[in-house]
């Protein structure tokens, strides 16, 4: 197995988000705030090779808390996820011996399809483990991960139950979030033991079922699944908006973003900036957001300094960051950190 590309750590597969706008459809949300959020039509989320920035993950998964007000969205999101998400690697999960050579297929093409998460296998005697490294230039929130684990531990207890086996192959799951208010509902969703406040999200696998063989072998079907899984990839080509994100993500505090993006697409500023909007954005849109949700992730999970933040976040003074920060947060970044 080898892919034909490395997918950059900034954006993801967008029909991969399908079944969760349906949840959000089915509560009552209205289409034009979905679309609203990627700037795209539905018809056009649903483009088979359409991959976006991860600023337009965190959008949508603000969006549907707002909406909602369901600070468990991502459990019943995910519940549709196994019924309704039809994509190559969900039918080689499915198609695949056993778990190991599951879950080998799942380290090696997730990526692809989420970009928030990179996906490892530990092996110990007592247990395997699989790992999701959260890696990516804006970080998972809760509900992202909470869609993201219902997803796979539903396609886990899923390839156990479609081989006859009664067995559960997840052991336990860990978290790297804090506990949230209620923690009834994750264990029930997820049919195991959850804790929180751990380094990395993990998934802890019975390693007795996770090398047992559970279906026939069928190296021909295989190999086609994953064929078309190297197709879509090369297929699914970066547009200017998923490299202008890629550009921020690196150069963030730097004045010159913009003129040395041009200059590395080898572009005039105007072309650069036409093309970009028949995207749906304008680069300081886009630096506003990434910034937004930057700037979140540092309020939240670090301990510097808001001259050292608003500095990361390119701004010249910590006032300009203030202002932005009462534009976003409706506080103060103080504020915002204390509450």
């Given at each position: ?27 009552g ?49 995910g ?80 390839k ?40 990395e ?10 090398s ?5 072998g ?24 998923e ?10 505090a ?14 005039l ?40 933040i608003?500095?990361q ?27």
């Amino acid at each position: 197995m080898s892919t034909l590309y490395s997918p950059p750590a900034n954006a993801f597969y967008a029909p991969t988000l399908l079944p969760a706008i349906e949840e959000l459809q089915a509560r009552g949300v209205d289409l034009a705030l979905i679309e609203a959020v990627f700037r795209r039509s539905l018809f056009e989320l649903r483009t088979p090779f359409l991959r976006v920035p991860l600023v337009l993950s965190r959008r949508f998964w603000t969006l549907a808390l707002a909406e909602t007000c369901d600070p468990l969205i991502g459990l019943a999101a995910g519940r549709r996820f196994v019924s309704t998400a039809t994509n190559g690697l969900t039918y080689l999960f499915d198609v695949a011996a056993s778990l190991e050579s599951a879950c080998a297929f799942f380290v090696e093409y997730f990526p692809f399809f989420n970009g928030h998460f990179r996906a490892r296998i530990e092996r110990t005697e007592r247990q395997v483990i699989l790992r999701l490294e959260d890696c990516g230039s804006l970080k998972a929130t809760a509900p992202i991960t909470d869609y993201m684990l219902t997803s796979i531990s539903s396609l886990l207890h899923r390839k156990l139950l479609a081989s006859g086996l009664d067995q559960d192959p997840i052991v336990a799951i860990e978290l790297a979030h804090p506990a949230p208010a209620d923690t009834t509902a994750h264990p029930q969703a997820w049919r195991a033991a959850v804790s929180w406040g751990h380094a990395e999200h993990s998934i802890l696998l019975d390693p007795q079922v996770f090398s047992q063989p559970l279906t026939p072998g069928n190296q021909a079907l295989e190999q086609m699944l994953v064929a078309l899984l190297q197709q879509t990839q090369s297929n699914s080509q970066p547009t200017l908006l998923e490299l202008a994100s890629d550009h921020l993500a690196l150069h963030l505090a730097d004045n010159q973003r913009w003129p040395l993006f041009c200059n590395c697409q080898h572009l005039l500023e105007r072309t650069a900036a036409r093309r970009l909007k028949a995207l749906g954005w304008s680069f300081s849109e886009l630096l506003d957001e990434y910034r937004r949700y930057r700037a979140e992730d540092l309020l939240h999970g670090s301990a510097l300094e808001l001259v050292q933040i608003a500095d990361q976040l390119g701004y010249s003074d910590v006032q300009s960051f203030h202002r932005a920060s009462l534009r976003w947060f409706d506080c103060a970044p103080g504020a915002y950190r204390a509450r």
